[in-house]
């Protein structure tokens, strides 16, 4: 009977140890249930902000001042730090599709995600990663994996998908100009339906950009004059700015 008794007791604490194990998971998932998914929407131009202490790679300390950071740019929120904060909070993946990609924070922001493994996919503009100042080839040289389209079209798609969880999205190129300067918008939204559609957009042009595709000695595409069109109205004469797909200046 006392040994019968021992092993009820012994099989109660087991099962109570199992249960407070599991609790904090069970709270977790219950908070999670009851969390609100996120939206959030960025305007742009962003204030210029330090972004330092969101960018330092593991075990970096930023030497100076007590605060950590001697520079004399502000060190409150901005559209861009909020954009860092999203993109840096990726545990597994990180898919980006974009036009233009030249803006060093962001281009930080992904190589930092890729040294600490998050799975890293970049898609873009065949000519637009060529220009100077672009991020393609500093992320390809730290190892991420990116292709570009050969056609005609632009690849003008501005993305990311977070973890297969949040989607990120707007007008918005990933430049300095863009950020600091032009009138854009982003959206920041955990929607399944729609991180299922893009994510779909997105394989689908990662798959038709596979570089076992690529042509290596295309039909060249057709010249064009880049002369402006001249129209006269009241004696004046007005002309508009035509953009060329074989001779661009100026990211945007």
């Not at 009138?183 to 394989?203: A, P, Q, S, T």
Request: aromatic residues 8%; glycine residues 6%; contains cysteine.
């Amino acid at each position: 009977m006392g040994r019968l008794r021992w092993q009820v007791a012994a099989a109660a604490a087991m099962g109570l140890a199992l249960a407070l194990e599991a609790l904090p998971g069970v709270l977790r998932w219950l908070r999670s249930r009851r969390r609100r998914p996120r939206r959030e929407v960025l305007f742009f131009p962003s204030q210029v902000t330090c972004t330092e202490a969101l960018l330092r790679a593991p075990g970096a300390a930023l030497a100076g001042l007590p605060e950590g950071c001697p520079c004399g740019l502000p060190h409150g929120e901005s559209a861009l730090s909020r954009l860092l904060r999203a993109l840096l909070a990726a545990r597994a993946s990180l898919e980006l599709c974009l036009f233009a990609f030249s803006s060093p924070q962001l281009g930080r922001a992904v190589q930092l995600l890729h040294q600490r493994g998050v799975r890293v996919r970049v898609v873009t503009d065949c000519d637009y990663m060529a220009l100077n100042g672009s991020q393609i080839g500093l992320l390809r040289k730290a190892g991420i994996q990116v292709r570009h389209d050969q056609d005609l079209g632009y690849m003008h798609h501005k993305f990311a998908i977070v973890d297969k969880r949040v989607l990120i999205t707007g007008s918005l190129n990933w430049t300095t100009q863009a950020i600091q300067n032009n009138r854009e918008n982003v959206l920041i939204m955990e929607d399944d339906e729609y991180v299922r559609l893009f994510l779909e957009e997105f394989e689908r042009i990662w798959e038709e950009f596979n570089p076992t595709k690529y042509t290596f000695f295309p039909q060249k595409k057709k010249s064009h004059s880049c002369a402006p069109p001249v129209s006269r109205a009241g004696g004046k004469s007005l002309s508009w700015h035509r953009t060329c797909r074989t001779s661009r200046q100026n990211q945007t």
